[in-house]
């Protein structure tokens, strides 16, 4: 995903802090916690996140995995 330019949802679990900047290359859940997984899908294919929105956390993503 990440050398893919994706926006990322991932839970929280061991390694996620390297991959993920909340609300900037994608979101993160509490593993436990459907309801939290369930807003991140939502913020994710909501409206209120434009196509370039999208795009710009993509390459996020990418320059987040370069580092590694």
């Known amino acids: 995903g990440m050398l893919m330019h994706h926006a990322l949802i991932r839970?929280?679990?061991?390694?996620w802090q390297?991959?993920?900047i909340d609300g900037k290359n994608g979101f993160s859940f509490n593993t436990l916690s459907v309801e939290e997984l369930a807003s991140c899908v939502e913020k994710m294919l909501s409206k209120k996140l434009s196509n370039e929105a999208?795009?710009?956390?993509?390459?996020?993503?990418?320059?987040?995995?370069?580092?590694?």
């Open 18 to 20: 390297e991959q993920i």
């Open 54 to 68: 999208l795009q710009e956390m993509g390459n996020a993503s990418f320059e987040i995995a370069q580092k590694f």
């Open 11 to 15: 839970n929280n679990t061991s390694g």
